[in-house]
């Protein structure tokens, strides 16, 4: 499939994003939009803020104390950052899979309802069948069926990280934000999850962040390139990683720093 | 290089010791606590055969000794004897010829001869205290005329009992159907201050020969048995009100009153001991069956009662014999007896058995030294004497010697409970939600407020509370109960109603905080003066006189109070366990669940709680057993009544508590001595079993936990 240069149909739109924790600007105006159903890459050597702005597509940062925000992000052309937003609904929307597995002590079963449990499903039918619909589509479904009354942590890591993306497919979000699923995972569980995240596209507009520049090139269509807070570079995946325009972008694709 | 691993070495040992040591103390306090109660568990026992032969031979049929063993009084048919018991002579002799019949009653030491012409004479057996020239006491026993009168006829059954404090003597002598009733009562001559007695008799025809008589000596019953029937009476309703009318169903051998006079045995061939106590039903007082004895023989030939505790002797024919104990219904020993057809007798201090032949005095050691202990005793409950149904009672000690002991641990127990459960009703909620407060909701700032607050709570001496509790809080309470239960009930919604106008109004600023602070605090007075103006109009005034009306009973130092104080006192030790297990939650978690969409709220009480509860579980534990332990405060706080209720208005007495009244006043080596240390060590191990569950709860959730 041909790329398309621009982003055409975005479901969010960053405008002019700046962002500190305390005195440290973390993030310094950034600019870029996501398109729809694809998945997007955030790259860049640590601490460059790549997770920082994807915490700010479901207002993740608003947990840390003395943070600031400048700038916007556009939901659906919605502010997020306006006064009043229903942050419930914006994070059951923008759903988050997280670097370290984090599957609740609870069962299996359990761990995929909560979601739909706290947004007000009762219905113990409509339970189990979104927990298995979830669960098929996070490719877990036959690994563990006949357990899912097993607490959860007694998976592996990425039948766990399978779990975490379970569990926010169970909410029907459109957009899942990974930040880093893969860093805790061996090749093999990783591979897993990028086959998983190909399967999803489409069906949810999918963000991730990753310092693995192989996986950022082999799961998405668009990538952002940060360094030190500030974007560098944006564009298809392909250009970026063949062409890029600047000169930082393909010393760092290219493994001169990192 | 060497002088580094010497020291690491030095270190080491230093190290390995010191733990050592505290194993070593806590193992040695168990062994202490065991050691002093392992003699309740050693049954009783006869040891240490002693034999006197008697320089003359003695005719006698009944026996005494006296508490040194020193003097031996025979009573034959042929008159009376004393005998040096050690040497085996024979001190004094008195014979008289015309005896008819006599009657020695081993425990008010009073002794009854009737002779031919139907004289009965009273001698009162004193003991003359003596000191060897070393200082050592013993008695020397006088056989004392004290004064005699005369019978209408010849009688061939007597009994009779010296009064307490010198009120006189009761007897009663009778033959075939005929019951001769005399009450000797004491007349001093305020001149001359002389004492004299004036028989005043009274004669009663029964329906049957008269088979034996019993008189309990404070001369308040008296019970006969007339061919197969036995029938108790009060002594001023002689034959006229029974209290007790039983058929006996073969040859009864003998019955008595045991020491306090409340209880009779009697023997009764083939069949164990009966044991009648008296009862209140109603209001009346009447002897009820309410023991069952073990074993029995065939055939009884003596029953000797104890003059010191409720234990009494039943021997056979066939030269067993048994010792039981009325409160428990405890079979002591079984035992065969050295000689047959001999009977057997108690030493005035209950501790040895002795019997006499012709020309021989055998002593032995009877180690009955607990016998009121037993796992009916402690843990069951137990028909006392003048009780109207069977009870957990613990009164350990009474006015008289002869008083009941009731040494049932259940009160205690359930007393200790009661103040656990009320003190953590107090204190659980308020832990564990400042717990989840602290650890979910607060930043580190408030945190460092918090905490040194509560670790000064901890240190608080108990001694400061329970005074407090006591002087303060119990009066205050007292005054304003009415107030202090609604507002108690009402509180969590009234904040409920604040939270909500909290969130309804618009503004963001700090000073509607503050503002809402401020309404909620000043309007609890308004708050109060309308309970009490509620109180006012519903109960007249006074809520704790409307209680008590309608049968609920109010001590001013009660559960209540006490779970507040003991509350205090462990809210601490809750809190921190369970802020320690919240704490412990990975932040991953909470995340993760507001990721989902969850409120702060939802993911604290849906995943964090839940994930943290068996550490809350386990500080609660732990507070459980502190509050066991408590003493201070429960002894300051309650009124320390052994009583078994759950009412939130009543006193107890919890185990500790008990301890520390009891202990300083318990005889080195008694009953009540060892009971307290077994209770002691029953606190002890309870406490162990608390804090072992709670740290292995605790452990568990934190394996659980590390992912």
């Not at chain 2, 031979?57 to 018991?85: P, Q, R």
Request: aromatic share 12%; hydrophobic share 45%.
């Amino acid at each position: 499939m041909k790329q398309k240069d621009k982003v055409t149909d975005p479901i969010f739109e960053i405008k002019d994003l700046s962002f500190w924790y305390g005195q440290n600007k973390a993030l310094d105006s950034i600019t870029f939009d996501i398109q729809k159903g694809d998945i997007t890459a955030i790259i860049g050597p640590s601490g460059c803020g790549k997770s920082t702005l994807l915490r700010c597509l479901n207002r993740m940062n608003d947990l840390i104390e003395g943070v600031r925000v400048e700038g916007d992000i556009l939901f659906e052309g919605q502010s997020i950052y306006k006064k009043n937003i229903d942050l419930i609904m914006l994070r059951k929307r923008v759903g988050m899979v997280f670097q370290k597995s984090n599957p609740f002590p609870k069962s299996i079963y359990e761990n995929v309802a909560f979601g739909p449990r706290i947004h007000g499903v009762k219905n113990k039918n409509i339970l189990d069948e979104i927990v298995e619909k979830s669960l098929r589509d996070a490719a877990l479904w036959d690994e563990v069926k006949d357990r899912l009354h097993h607490s959860a942590l007694k998976l592996s890591g990425g039948q766990q990280q399978r779990l975490c993306i379970a569990r926010a497919i169970a909410v029907d979000p459109e957009v899942i934000l990974f930040d880093e699923p893969c860093s805790a995972l061996d090749p093999v569980a990783s591979a897993k999850i990028e086959e998983l995240m190909l399967e999803l596209k489409g069906k949810y507009t999918q963000v991730i962040v990753t310092h693995n520049m192989q996986q950022a090139s082999r799961v998405s269509d668009w990538t952002a390139f940060l360094l030190m807070g500030k974007m560098i570079e944006f564009g298809p995946t392909e250009q970026i990683f063949l062409a890029p325009r600047n000169k930082i972008t393909e010393e760092y694709v290219t493994g001169r720093f990192g | 290089m060497l002088s580094r691993r010497r020291e690491d070495k030095v270190f080491s040992v230093l190290i390995k010791s010191g733990g050592i040591a505290t194993i070593f103390v806590i193992l040695s306090i168990f062994f202490f606590l065991f050691w002093e109660v392992l003699p309740i568990f050693v049954p009783a026992r006869i040891e240490t055969l002693k034999i006197t032969t008697v320089k003359q031979t003695l005719k006698g049929e009944v026996f005494l000794l006296d508490e040194y063993m020193n003097y031996l009084i025979s009573v034959g048919n042929d008159g009376f004897k004393i005998v040096n018991a050690r040497e085996g002579d024979v001190v004094s002799t008195e014979i008289i010829n015309d005896l008819h019949a006599f009657y020695l009653d081993p425990l008010t030491y009073v002794l009854f001869l009737v002779r031919d012409d139907a004289t009965v004479d009273i001698f009162d057996i004193l003991w003359v205290e003596k000191f060897t020239k070393f200082g050592k006491r013993f008695v020397e026993p006088s056989i004392d005329k004290v004064t005699s009168f005369k019978l209408p006829s010849k009688v061939d059954l007597i009994r009779g009992v010296k009064l307490p404090e010198d009120e006189g003597y009761l007897f009663i002598g009778s033959s075939k159907e005929t019951l001769y009733f005399v009450n000797l009562e004491t007349e001093e001559d305020f001149l001359t201050e002389e004492i004299t007695y004036s028989p005043r008799l009274s004669s009663f025809k029964v329906e049957h020969n008269v088979v034996d008589v019993a008189i309990s000596r404070d001369g308040k019953f008296i019970c006969v048995i007339s061919g197969f029937y036995l029938s108790c009476f009060e002594r001023e309703n002689l034959l006229s009100e029974k209290l007790l009318s039983y058929t006996l169903s073969s040859r009864a051998v003998a019955f008595d009153f045991l020491v306090g006079d409340r209880a009779l045995v009697l023997l009764e061939d083939g069949k164990p001991p009966v044991v009648w106590i008296t009862a209140k039903i109603g209001s009346e007082v009447r002897f009820v069956n309410a023991k069952n004895f073990s074993r029995g023989c065939k055939e009884y030939i003596n029953l000797s009662v104890s003059p010191i505790n409720r234990t009494f002797l039943a021997q056979c024919g066939n030269g067993t014999f048994y010792a039981y104990y009325s409160t428990n219904e405890r079979l002591l020993l079984e035992s065969p007896a050295p000689v047959l057809s001999s009977p057997i007798f108690i030493t005035p201090r209950g501790d040895h058995l002795f019997w006499v032949t012709k020309d021989e005095i055998y002593t032995v050691r009877f180690v009955n030294d607990y016998p009121e202990i037993s796992l009916k005793s402690l843990f069951g409950k137990v028909w006392y004497e003048g009780m109207d149904s069977p009870s957990y009672v613990w009164q350990s000690t009474g006015g008289t010697d002869s008083f009941e002991p009731k040494l049932s641990l259940i009160p205690l127990l359930m007393g200790t409970l009661k103040g656990v459960v009320y003190s953590l009703i107090f204190a659980v909620p308020i832990s564990v939600l400042s717990a989840l407060l602290v650890s979910q909701f607060m930043n580190s700032k408030q945190i460092n407020l918090i905490k040194p607050a509560v670790e000064f709570m901890a240190s608080i001496p108990t001694v400061i509370l329970g005074f407090l509790a006591a002087l303060w809080l119990a009066p205050l309470i007292e005054r304003n109960l009415f107030s202090f239960l609604v507002i108690f009930v009402l509180l969590p919604f009234y904040i409920l109603v604040f939270y909500f106008v909290f969130t309804v109004l618009p503004s963001d600023s700090k000073w509607k905080t503050i503002g809402l602070a401020a309404v909620f605090i000043y309007s609890l007075g308004p708050l109060f003066h309308m309970t009490k103006r509620l109180e006012y109009l519903w109960f007249e005034g006074g809520f704790v006189e409307w209680l008590s009306e309608n049968g609920v009973y109010y001590d001013q130092r009660n559960a209540l109070i006490v779970g507040l104080a003991v509350g205090f006192t462990i809210v601490p030790i809750i809190f921190s366990i369970a802020e320690d297990a919240f704490s412990n939650v990975p932040k991953s978690i909470l995340v993760g669940a507001m990721a989902l969409g969850a409120s702060r709220i939802q993911a604290v009480f849906k995943v964090v709680l839940p994930a943290a509860l068996p550490g809350v579980f386990a500080g609660i534990i732990l507070g459980f057993g502190r509050a066991v332990g408590e003493t201070m405060i429960v002894l300051m706080a309650t009124g320390n009544t052994p009583i078994l209720d759950f009412s939130p208005f009543t006193g107890f007495r919890t185990i500790s508590a008990n301890i520390a009244v009891e202990l300083p006043e318990a005889p080195l080596g008694s009953s009540l001595y060892r009971v307290l240390f077994l209770s002691a060590l029953l606190l002890m191990v309870i406490a162990l079993v608390f804090n072992g569950v709670a740290n292995y709860i605790r452990m568990r959730l934190h394996r659980k936990l590390k992912f």
